[in-house]
């Protein structure tokens, strides 16, 4: 009975630990803001800074921690705007999945397997929701991006520096890219380079096309040419990559169908046998052997579905 007890606590512990995780992101993310605030008007006075980590994102000494705690949920750290349900929300919902596998969990197999069910289970939802969150922010970075650099390439054409294609992208360009590109400005006006500005960026939203912009502009500020024809051959190579990766993503359809037919057929299977012959699957639910038997079945499935999904993914990854 104490064993009983002892484990709820522990899963509600858990749920705590993670909702203080979200009030310590968002007070230091104020205390940023309220930094950036109070160092910007006064940037013309302010030298370049030597430390290229010294930027708008949070000391990687102090947040080491929680950086990888964050990696581990897909949790997006600097990122406010991807999240579209609170994060506060998010682990209410885990630790509502945590307790109630691991109760349902106990009733099958006792409280040591249930509660790793929980904790699967609460792993699960965190992942699944800050993973598609994040997945949206990029995704709908990817679709700005060929007109965000056609922008720097008018912008270059008219004579224009890139800081100022920069502006113009905050002012013309919807969100999200309108958004981060505010920030860049503001990295700009602390004395942070364009390139390093864009690197930035590309750590914190993992778009493998804004480091390719970043060494472009790096490249061409350190050796000199024509910055209009560079940027405009950065832009065709972009539409070609999304090009391709549209075209893979069009092609893997027909493995993602298989792979969710795959997934799906044991439990239609099931419910279709149950209506058929009902209580033919009883034995699954209280029977020990049977009980083992469905865990494991569950359990390969569950494996499986994600092998496949990872191997689309790998297939279809630019």
């Known amino acids: ?14 749920a705590v630990l ?19 605030e109070a160092a910007v008007p006064a940037a013309p006075l302010v030298p370049a800074l030597s430390a290229p980590d010294r930027g708008l994102r949070l000391r990687r000494s102090r947040d080491e921690r929680i950086s990888t705690l ?20 998010v682990f209410v919902a885990a630790a509502v ?5 691991a109760w349902f969990g106990h009733l099958l197999t006792g409280w040591y397997v249930g509660a790793m069910e929980g904790l699967a289970a609460g792993l699960v939802v965190l992942r699944g929701v800050f993973g598609w969150e994040l997945n949206r922010y990029r995704g709908r970075l990817l679709r700005q991006l060929p007109d965000t650099v056609q922008l720097v390439v008018s912008a270059t054409r008219a004579g224009l520096p890139v800081s100022e294609a920069f ?3 905050a002012h013309e360009m919807s969100s999200p890219t309108r958004d981060e590109f505010v920030r860049i400005t503001n990295e700009l006006a602390m004395g942070i380079s364009a390139d390093q500005a864009l690197l930035n960026m590309h750590r914190r939203t993992g778009v493998t096309e804004y480091a390719i912009f970043a060494v472009t502009i790096g490249v061409q500020t350190r050796s000199g040419g024509r910055l209009a024809e560079t940027i405009q051959n950065l832009a065709d190579t972009v539409r070609d990559r999304l090009t391709i990766a549209a075209r893979a993503r069009a092609l ?26 009902p ?12 009980i ?16 496949m999904r990872q191997l689309i993914r790998g297939a279809t990854r630019d």
């Open 1 to 14: 009975m104490r064993l009983g007890f002892a484990i709820p606590l522990l899963l509600l512990l858990l």
């Open 18 to 36: 993670g909702l203080a995780l979200v009030l310590v992101i968002r007070r230091q993310r104020r205390r940023l803001e309220r930094r950036v």
């Open 70 to 89: 964050a990696k581990l949920i897909s949790m997006p750290l600097d990122l406010p705007l991807a999240n579209l349900v609170p994060p506060v929300w």
């Open 97 to 101: 999945s945590t307790v109630v596998a």
């Open 167 to 169: 502006q113009a992208i």
């Open 252 to 277: 893997a359809g027909e493995a993602k169908i298989s792979a969710v037919i795959m997934a799906g057929l044991p439990i239609v299977a099931g419910i279709m046998l149950s209506i058929v012959r």
């Open 279 to 290: 209580g033919h699957l009883d034995p699954l639910f209280h029977d020990p052997r049977g």
């Open 292 to 307: 083992r038997m469905f865990l494991f079945g569950v359990t390969t499935l569950i494996l499986g579905a994600l092998t």
